[in-house]
Structures are given as C-alpha cells and as structure tokens.
C-alpha cells in the first residue's frame, strides 16, 4: 500500500514528536512513546508499525483471553480481531489521554464482554460529556506517558499481595465482588476496602490525590 | 454543591458517586450490562469519575502489559494482515466502529438553538442507544404514582436494567436489598437517608443497606435502576410489585 503523501507526513510528525518527547525526557524507558508513536503510524496506514504493534499487543491480548478462560483458538481469533479493531480505529486514539496499552487494554475488553457474554459496554466518549467544563488539565500535562507508564508499575508492586490479588481478579477473572468475596473467603466488604486502598495508590502515584 | 433549583441541576456536578470498587469493576469489565449502562450515565455528567476511569483503564494497560505473552500461531500476523487487506477493499475506515454506540442513532432530543449543549430531558448518549428519547416511552403503570419502562429485562449475566417514573411526593416502600442495585437520576430529584439526588447523582446500595428513596420535588423523578441480577422481588423493583402481583 502506498501511502499519500499526507499520511506520511502525518506519521513522520507523528515520529518526530515522540522521538522529540523522548530526547526532551532524557527517558530510560521509551517502550511506551514508541507503541504510541506506532499507534499514531498506523492511524496513518503506516503496516510495518503495525506489525510493530501486533508482534508486541496480539502475545499479551492473547494472555488476557486465556486468562479469562477461553479456549486456545478462541484467544487466538479474539487476539487478531483485536489488532484488527485497533488498525481499524487507531484514528481515535489520542496519545495525550491514554498509552497505546491502556487503548488497546479497552478494545480487547469490549471485545471479550461482546463475544462472551454477548453484551455490551456502554461507555461515554470524550465528546459526550455533558455541560461541565472539565478543567482539568488533560493527562499529558500532569504526567506524560512514560513517567505515568512507570509510575503506574511502581503502584503496582506496590500493592499489597490481598489488593494485588482483588485487582488481578477484578481484570482477570470475570468476577463480581460478592463471587471475589466468595472466592476468597472474605466479606464483601473487604474486598470493596481493597480495590480502594489499591486505586487510592494508583492515584497517588499518578500524581493525581486531590481528589 | 446543591440542586436549589431544578432548572439549574443540569448545570452541576453530581454529588453522589460510584465507589471507587464499581468503577474498577465497570473498567475492568466484570459488572452487567445494566449495571454497566447506570455507571456510563453518570460518567456522562462526572468528570471526576471519568479521570478515576482512566487510572482504571491505565491500570488495566499496565495489567496487560505484565503479561507474560503467550505464543501466537505461527501464521498469525500473515492471516491478520490478509484480513485487513479483504476489509480494507472498499476503504471504509471508520464504518465499523463500536467506540461510540450513539453514532449509529440519530439522537431525537430536541436541539435548541442557543441553549448549551443538553436540552433539559435530553438523554445523556450512552441512554441513547437503549431508548430514542424520553417522550417516546410508553410508561407502564406500576403502582400509584409509578411508572416504568423495562429496558433491558434480564442481561446475559443476569441483571436486569428499567426506567422508573415517580410522581412527586411518592414514598417507596421501605426496603432492602438483596444483590447490587444501580439507582441513577435523568430528571427531577429523590431523597433518601443518605441524601438528596439529582441527575448524574448515582445511588449505589447492596447487601442490607436500607433505604426509603421519596421522589421530593414538583416534577415526575425519572431514574435509571440496574441490579444484578433477574428480579427476585428483593430489590426495589421487587417491593414494589409485590402488593400488586400478589407475591
């Protein structure tokens, strides 16, 4: 596929300023700019970041599926229509509100609720709020996407091991609280103390604790 | 932040809150689809919980890439790359989206010229594909000065999502509740012990919490009520029809 010229201007720009955003950064840890540069690309129709993407997102979406018990053929068909929905709608992606992980995190869960249990997910789109201002100022100004992206791994180790366990099976398993409470032979109640104490963590490190 | 005047209440933040365990539940993905679509109302109308959503969703990417990768077969891109280019014929790239439900249905509130961006029974959008407008709606009567409308009767992961029409003044029976129940305001107020809601305002009760919602101001109270599961004449919902469905 040849690219117009405007999408290979688009992309290149889209390059520059993730290579500039990592120069300016002095960052050690540029995996997550370069998977958001990649996402940028191939809203651009840009292949071989796609490729990129998918050697890197299809292995992990693919985890997630079997993960959430499905069987191994089943988690190879979601993992590609995944990277699918995501050559399909990186248009939508904004690099300056989420990583490429957290988009594609949310394109693999609407497509596992779709396909599981046939419902949907309804959700609020940017654009859809309503009347308020947010005036907050946007993620990228708080925190740009690598520092956020290890902030975010620090608050994870950071969990303590029961908090650990009540987030990896709110993703993971499917479960509501009360079939976690059961699990782990706890009251609901402590299972709701947890996921707080472990999202009051993640806010902090996101530098985000007003609240 | 309180409503004193129900014309200004569009125009403030909700005071009452999903808990920070129901927004990870929604972002992870793990509640009902009813439950799902009361929680998606009142991000419409919160932006501090939509910022709350994004560290949930930001925590969900990070959970995806601490995953150790499992082997994909050995064709897999190959196939993929194949199936990009069989869709990509008539290029089309931004037809089959699923990111915005309300894009596929014209919204039938009723534009105003001029007035900010909602006209006062305009629906906020993840409503929207469930239910064209609120005038639309055949009410069924329920009890003395309650209506409903059932919109998603029972869930494939069995929850079950209606309407609710409550005349002012009307006092719900006092009740408990037997799983999770979602109560999200549209239009007009309701009290209860824990207070006053308007709408975005998003009531979350389970377990044994007792309460007694009273529709409090002039106008019809018109909420969202999702539980999770089918109807067990437990919930609101329940203590409602009992007197009148004879359980």
């Given at each position: 596929m040849?690219?117009?010229?405007a999408?290979?201007?688009t992309?290149?720009?889209?390059?520059?300023?993730?290579?500039?955003?990592?120069?300016?950064r002095?960052?050690d840890?540029?995996?997550?700019?370069?998977l958001s540069?990649?996402?940028?690309?191939?809203?651009?129709g840009d292949?071989?970041?796609?490729?990129?993407?998918?050697?890197?997102?299809?292995?992990?979406v693919?985890?997630y599926?079997?993960?959430l018990?499905?069987?191994?053929?089943?988690?190879?068909?979601?993992?590609?229509d995944?990277?699918?929905?995501?050559?399909?709608k990186?248009?939508?992606?904004?690099?300056?509100?989420?990583?490429?992980?957290?988009?594609?995190?949310?394109i693999?869960?609407?497509?596992?609720?779709?396909?599981l249990r046939?419902?949907?997910?309804?959700?609020?789109s940017d654009?859809?709020?309503?009347?308020?201002?947010?005036?907050?100022?946007?993620a990228?100004?708080?925190l740009?996407?690598?520092r956020?992206?290890?902030?975010l791994?620090?608050?994870l180790?950071?969990l303590?091991?029961?908090?650990?366990e009540v987030?990896?099976l709110?993703f993971?398993?499917?479960?509501?609280?009360?079939?976690?409470?059961?699990?782990?032979?706890?009251p609901l109640g402590?299972?709701?103390?947890?996921?707080r104490?472990?999202?009051a963590k993640?806010?902090?490190?996101?530098?985000d604790?007003d609240r | 932040?309180?409503?004193?005047h129900?014309?200004a209440?569009l125009?403030l933040?909700?005071?009452?809150?999903?808990?920070?365990?129901l927004l990870?539940?929604y972002?992870?993905g793990s509640?009902?689809?009813g439950?799902?679509?009361a929680?998606?109302v009142?991000?419409?109308?919160c932006?501090?919980?939509?910022?709350?959503l994004?560290?949930?969703?930001?925590?969900?990417?990070?959970l995806?890439e601490?995953?150790p990768?499992?082997?994909?077969?050995?064709?897999s891109?190959?196939?993929t790359l194949?199936?990009l280019?069989?869709?990509?014929?008539?290029?089309?790239?931004c037809?089959?989206?699923?990111l915005?439900?309300?894009?596929g249905?014209?919204?039938l509130?009723?534009?105003?010229?001029?007035?900010?961006?909602?006209?006062?029974?305009?629906?906020p959008?993840?409503?929207?594909?469930?239910?064209p407008s609120?005038?639309?709606?055949?009410?069924?009567?329920?009890?003395?000065?309650?209506?409903?409308?059932?919109?998603?009767?029972?869930?494939?992961?069995?929850?079950?999502?209606?309407l609710?029409?409550?005349a002012p003044?009307?006092?719900l029976?006092h009740?408990?509740?037997?799983?999770?129940e979602?109560?999200?305001?549209?239009?007009?107020?309701?009290?209860?012990e824990?207070?006053r809601?308007?709408?975005?305002d998003l009531?979350e009760v389970d377990g044994?919490?007792?309460?007694?919602?009273?529709a409090?101001?002039h106008?019809?109270?018109?909420?969202?009520?999702?539980t999770?599961?089918?109807?067990r004449?437990?919930g609101?919902m329940?203590r409602?029809?009992?007197p009148?469905?004879?359980?």
């Amino acid at each position: 596929m040849i690219a117009p010229l405007a999408t290979l201007l688009t992309h290149a720009a889209g390059a520059d300023r993730a290579k500039a955003g990592l120069a300016a950064r002095g960052c050690d840890d540029p995996a997550a700019a370069r998977l958001s540069a990649d996402l940028v690309a191939v809203a651009a129709g840009d292949r071989q970041a796609f490729a990129r993407l998918f050697a890197h997102f299809a292995p992990r979406v693919k985890a997630y599926m079997l993960k959430l018990g499905m069987p191994a053929q089943r988690a190879e068909d979601l993992a590609q229509d995944t990277m699918l929905s995501v050559w399909r709608k990186a248009q939508l992606y904004d690099p300056s509100k989420a990583e490429a992980a957290t988009w594609v995190f949310t394109i693999a869960r609407n497509l596992r609720i779709d396909v599981l249990r046939r419902e949907r997910h309804p959700e609020v789109s940017d654009d859809e709020l309503l009347e308020h201002e947010d005036d907050r100022p946007p993620a990228d100004e708080l925190l740009d996407g690598d520092r956020r992206a290890r902030r975010l791994r620090g608050a994870l180790a950071a969990l303590t091991p029961e908090q650990a366990e009540v987030v990896r099976l709110s993703f993971f398993a499917d479960l509501a609280h009360p079939a976690i409470a059961e699990r782990l032979d706890v009251p609901l109640g402590t299972v709701k103390s947890r996921l707080r104490l472990a999202m009051a963590k993640i806010r902090k490190a996101l530098g985000d604790d007003d609240r | 932040m309180t409503a004193h005047h129900p014309d200004a209440a569009l125009a403030l933040l909700p005071n009452h809150h999903p808990s920070d365990a129901l927004l990870v539940a929604y972002g992870a993905g793990s509640l009902g689809e009813g439950l799902s679509l009361a929680v998606a109302v009142h991000l419409a109308h919160c932006p501090d919980c939509r910022a709350t959503l994004a560290e949930v969703e930001a925590l969900g990417g990070a959970l995806l890439e601490d995953l150790p990768p499992a082997p994909l077969e050995s064709l897999s891109l190959a196939a993929t790359l194949d199936r990009l280019d069989r869709e990509e014929a008539p290029a089309n790239p931004c037809k089959a989206l699923r990111l915005k439900p309300s894009l596929g249905k014209p919204s039938l509130g009723k534009p105003k010229a001029g007035s900010a961006p909602q006209p006062a029974m305009g629906l906020p959008r993840p409503l929207r594909a469930y239910v064209p407008s609120l005038d639309s709606l055949s009410w069924q009567r329920l009890a003395p000065g309650v209506r409903r409308v059932e919109l998603l009767p029972r869930t494939a992961s069995g929850g079950a999502a209606q309407l609710l029409r409550i005349a002012p003044g009307t006092a719900l029976p006092h009740h408990g509740h037997g799983g999770l129940e979602l109560t999200v305001v549209l239009s007009g107020h309701f009290a209860d012990e824990l207070g006053r809601y308007g709408p975005g305002d998003l009531a979350e009760v389970d377990g044994d919490t007792n309460h007694q919602p009273i529709a409090d101001s002039h106008r019809d109270c018109i909420c969202l009520i999702a539980t999770d599961a089918p109807l067990r004449f437990t919930g609101l919902m329940g203590r409602l029809m009992q007197p009148f469905i004879g359980l």
